[in-house]
């Protein structure tokens, strides 16, 4: 095999796309991993490197996402047949039975393709929101939440990230609050307690934040109902905890299937797409339930039906 | 010349690590600072900046804000 051909080649290199090209590894498949972490993109890793604590991840009682990833990523290239690069693919084209993979510096060959694309986040749409980016308007509480040191901050958003951003300031910020349009935070039990629980954190929900406003830096909010007797909340930072969008676009271009949401539609004994020679794997597909346990649980899986096709095909 | 870098960092930000990590292999000196442990320097930073987000670089006074490989090593000069 030439130096660019692969047996398996894997879009992304988070916790699912490093998990497959393990486990392809272990199977005997030439494997690429090709990950990206330029500009603002999540770094190699993956997602789980902006979260501060993982506690439900089976062997490790309480470790930090960055320690986690870097022990998944070490794992993967601890097989000589793992070919891990830090490249970003800008165009997948199918000639036949070979994938042809384009980064930004190469083209690599593929018997089987993985996606493992993963999300990234949903940006907040409101008057301000991005004149305010990095200005007060951040994404990555685990990052920032230190130059709020004794400050007022607001987090919206009411799933479980919401929560564990909330937590976070908390142990900078003087005042933190959830600011949710739901009527009450869907966090995981634990933390919804914990949540509860804190002095500093308090919940305003059945609400929007409609606007950003401030001079050079963040200095309001303004909200879609009374809070207090007003509905402007002067606050520094505004933490932006709603959602994620999926990146299925290159999976799209070749012809995988994808729901309304855009997520990649998985036969979830196989995770294989309706196209041979195609899986996905992690928070790119329909799973609903989006943990890293279970996206790695799909790149083993996916690893495995690429090593079966690759198997029948030799034939 | 010696090339003076100053990454501005927390403890915990990802891009941060890669920032280091990518100094570290190209065995190019730098003086990191954790703002989270130091107040005066994040006001630095901000005000070098004009935003609030980490990592911020300084490449010999080329301020850079979050991990850009490819925009670090053309600051650099190395491929």
């Keep these: 095999m030439k130096p660019k051909e692969f047996d398996l080649i894997i879009i992304g290199a988070g916790g699912a796309g490093l998990a497959a090209a393990m486990y392809g590894a272990r199977l005997g498949l030439k494997t690429l991993c090709l990950g990206s972490s330029h500009g603002t993109e999540l770094p190699l890793g993956g997602v789980i490197t902006t979260t501060n604590v993982v506690e439900n991840y089976p062997g490790f009682i309480r470790l930090t996402g960055t320690e986690l990833a870097d022990k998944i990523r070490e794992h993967a290239e601890s097989y000589e047949l793992v070919t891990l690069k830090e490249e970003k693919v800008t165009d997948v084209k199918k000639d036949k039975n070979i994938f042809n993979v384009i980064t930004e510096n190469s083209t690599y060959e593929g018997k089987t393709i993985i996606f493992a694309t993963g999300t990234k986040w949903r940006k907040l749409d409101v008057p301000g929101s991005k004149e305010f980016e990095n200005k007060g308007i951040a994404y990555c509480a685990l990052c920032d939440a230190p130059l709020f040191k004794n400050k007022i901050v607001a987090v919206i958003g009411g799933a479980d990230s919401s929560a564990k951003d909330a937590l976070v300031l908390a142990e900078h910020a003087k005042k933190v609050f959830i600011i949710y349009r739901g009527d009450k935070i869907r966090p995981e039990p634990i933390n919804y307690e914990r949540i509860m629980a804190h002095k500093k954190i308090e919940v305003i929900n059945n609400t929007n934040v409609i606007e950003v406003k401030g001079k050079q830096f963040v200095e309001k909010v303004i909200l879609d109902k009374?809070?207090?007797?007003?509905?402007?909340?002067?606050?520094?930072?505004?933490?932006?905890?709603?959602?994620?969008?999926?990146?299925?676009?290159?999976?799209?271009?070749?012809?995988?299937?994808?729901?309304?949401?855009?997520?990649?539609?998985l036969d979830h004994k196989t995770s294989e797409t309706n196209l041979p020679g195609v899986f996905a794997a992690g928070d790119v597909t329909d799973k609903p339930f989006k943990q890293l346990i279970t996206g790695v649980a799909d790149g083993c899986t996916a690893a495995f039906s690429a090593y079966e096709y690759v198997s029948k095909n030799k034939k | 010349m010696v090339d003076k870098v100053i990454v501005y960092s927390t403890s915990s930000c990802p891009w941060c690590h890669r920032a280091h990590d990518f100094f570290k292999k190209n065995k190019i000196n730098f003086t990191d600072i954790n703002i989270g442990e130091n107040q005066k320097a994040a006001k630095e930073m901000v005000k070098k900046s004009g935003q609030k987000g980490v990592p911020v670089i300084d490449i010999n006074g080329e301020i850079m804000v979050g991990f850009d490989e490819q925009a670090i090593k053309k600051a650099l000069k190395i491929k």
């Design chain 1, 226 to 265: 009374v809070y207090k007797g007003s509905k402007e909340l002067e606050l520094q930072g505004v933490f932006v905890a709603i959602g994620h969008i999926i990146i299925s676009d290159l999976a799209k271009k070749i012809g995988v299937k994808t729901n309304e949401k855009g997520e990649i539609i």
